[in-house]
């Protein structure tokens, strides 16, 4: 009595055929690692996996050492062979006599998830994108920013309505244009590349303050396109789909002073995604953004110009021949507090400014070298009294981050470099600068050190004294006006206070390859 209702609402394959499927996932390689959806299925170069029949799109990922993730998906896209059982005289025996023209229905009721196989030949995924990992003697990179610019006629979605049309490079059924420009929250940009530095070794996260600062790449990067495709597999008004995104990102690689050293724009695609693994459409969108920035992002440091960048060596001291300038006449060496003012000038461009210290009187300033480090043209040097002077570049050292400057001018007070160090911690120290504006030039300020830093690479005087943006270059001196230091770097953020970094002035002569005569 059950058997006939069963044969008119389900059809043969429906009934007959089993909940799984049997497949291999082919990966070539022993140590991939094979996921379907969530599940962990297995390892090695070809693993069996069991589908379940639900006419969902099935979530496949795997993971190799040394590559990308990959992401792919499989899909109920062939007819059960049992679909013709459906066809045959078995209707005529049970049905037709008792229901008629209804038996003919059959076939076309057999459509249920069961009536459909996944395709019978392996599911090849092998990772293709291989990852450059960081060498020992590499650079790291840090991000700098990311952004979305995006406007609405580079946001592109497409559609094909048979899936495969796709990958044989036919016409899409369908192409539209966003409504307006996208506003994505940058979070997903930047997390997704931070993650990737992190994992890979790119970020060193054990050193945040004292760090080769010549050994770091600074890096931005700006998706300038998008395009999503939804892939759809129709089967009798029933749709199974998913997705694949394209995102075109403009890399800039920057040194630490800002100066740019390579530029590159790449389109990449992401793997497959299935909207029925992803609860939320967010989390769809968003890891197929985060594929395909990532994959971008390991194309980008595969470029010739990036490896060259991670290799290159800055080095300490740079081949300068040994440069002796005159020691200043004693009348107008630095004595006071009041004549250290003097001797500290305002180092002006046409983006900014910072500060500089007279080291004799035929004109030589030093400075550090990220405030002229993109700004070397068209410099000027304000003294106390608002007097502007050109000056010229003579030599720098990124390494330490110093530059020395000439005017064509002899001044009136100077400091004299010092060649030893002469200072404890605990003592009071003096900053005289230019914070934050040209008005506020030869402005002085009072702290203690703090600490004496060391590495093996560098040696740093901490200091609690007042620094501010403009105070770069200037100079740190002790109570009786000699100069202990030149002004660095101050450690920013919420709740942080009084830490400022200064480098040790006796250190000046070593890394300039300057004397005195």
């Known amino acids: 009595m059950f058997l006939v209702p069963m044969l008119l609402f389900s059809g043969c394959a429906s009934m007959l055929n089993s909940k799984y499927q049997k497949l291999n996932i082919t990966t070539s390689n022993t140590s991939a690692k094979v996921y379907v959806n969530k599940d962990f299925a297995g390892q090695g170069k070809v693993v069996p996996v069991k589908l379940e029949r639900n006419f969902k799109v099935q979530q496949l990922r795997v993971e190799q050492e040394g590559y990308k993730p990959e992401y792919k998906v499989a899909l109920q896209s062939k007819r059960s062979p049992l679909y013709i059982l459906s066809w045959l005289p078995l209707g005529s025996v049970f049905v037709v006599p008792t229901y008629g023209i209804f038996s003919l229905m059959i076939p076309y009721l057999d459509m249920g998830a069961k009536s459909f196989n996944y395709k019978k030949d392996d599911i090849n995924i092998k990772p293709a994108s291989n990852i450059i990992a960081r060498?020992?003697?590499?650079?790291?990179?840090?991000?700098?920013?990311?952004?979305?610019?995006?406007?609405?006629?580079?946001?592109v979605f497409k559609s094909y309505r048979n899936h495969e049309d796709y990958y044989k490079g036919k016409k899409e059924t369908s192409s539209t244009k966003g409504k307006s420009d996208i506003k994505l929250d940058n979070t997903?940009?930047?997390?997704?590349?931070?993650?990737?530095?992190?994992?890979?070794?790119?970020?060193?996260?054990?050193?945040?303050?004292?760090?080769?600062?010549?050994?770091?790449?600074?890096?931005?990067?700006?998706?300038?396109?998008?395009?999503f495709v939804d892939l759809f597999n129709y089967k009798r008004k029933r749709a199974q789909s998913y997705s694949i995104g394209e995102a075109t990102i403009d890399w800039t690689f920057y040194d630490v002073y800002g100066q740019k050293k390579y530029q590159k724009t790449i389109t990449s695609k992401s793997g497959e995604f299935s909207p029925d693994f992803?609860?939320?459409?967010?989390?769809?969108?968003?890891?197929?953004?985060?594929?395909?920035?990532?994959?971008?992002?390991?194309?980008?440091?595969?470029?010739?110009?990036?490896?060259?960048?991670?290799?290159?060596?800055?080095?300490?001291?740079?081949?300068?021949?040994?440069?002796?300038?005159?020691?200043?006449?004693?009348?107008?060496l630095v004595k006071t507090i009041a004549d250290a003012q003097?001797?500290?000038?305002?180092?002006?461009?046409?983006?900014?400014?910072?500060?500089?210290?007279?080291?004799?009187?035929?004109?030589?300033?030093?400075?550090?070298?990220?405030?002229?480090?993109?700004?070397?043209?068209?410099?000027?040097v304000i003294l106390k009294g608002g007097e502007k002077l050109t000056c010229n570049v003579v030599r720098v050292n990124e390494f330490a981050d110093l530059a020395l400057l000439k005017v064509d001018k002899e001044l009136t007070s100077s400091f004299d470099l010092p060649d030893v160090s002469d200072y404890t911690p605990g003592m009071d120290v003096f900053a005289i600068g230019t914070p934050k504006s040209i008005e506020l030039g030869q402005?002085?300020?009072k702290g203690i050190i703090s600490g004496i830093r060391n590495d093996k690479e560098s040696e740093w005087i901490q200091t609690d004294v007042s620094i501010n943006p403009g105070n770069s270059g200037g100079a740190l001196i002790d109570k009786n006006g000699k100069l202990i230091g030149i002004v660095n770097s101050k450690v920013t953020g919420f709740g942080v206070e009084g830490i400022a970094f200064c480098i040790p002035a006796y250190k000046v002569t070593q890394f300039l390859a300057l004397s005195y005569e």
């Open 278 to 332: 992803y609860e939320e459409p967010q989390d769809f969108v968003v890891n197929i953004l985060e594929d395909a920035i990532t994959a971008s992002f390991f194309e980008v440091l595969k470029a010739k110009e990036v490896q060259t960048l991670l290799n290159e060596e800055v080095k300490e001291k740079p081949a300068y021949q040994p440069l002796a300038i005159k020691k200043s006449n004693v009348s107008s």
């Open 342 to 380: 003097n001797a500290t000038v305002t180092i002006a461009s046409k983006d900014g400014h910072g500060s500089g210290i007279v080291i004799n009187n035929e004109g030589y300033i030093l400075t550090n070298f990220h405030v002229i480090a993109n700004q070397k043209d068209n410099l000027k």
């Open 443 to 445: 402005t002085l300020s």
């Open 135 to 155: 060498k020992e003697n590499n650079k790291f990179i840090y991000l700098e920013s990311t952004s979305f610019n995006v406007g609405k006629e580079d946001l």
């Open 188 to 227: 997903i940009f930047s997390d997704a590349l931070t993650d990737v530095l992190t994992k890979y070794g790119y970020t060193d996260t054990t050193r945040s303050i004292l760090r080769n600062r010549t050994n770091t790449l600074y890096m931005s990067a700006e998706v300038k396109n998008l395009q």
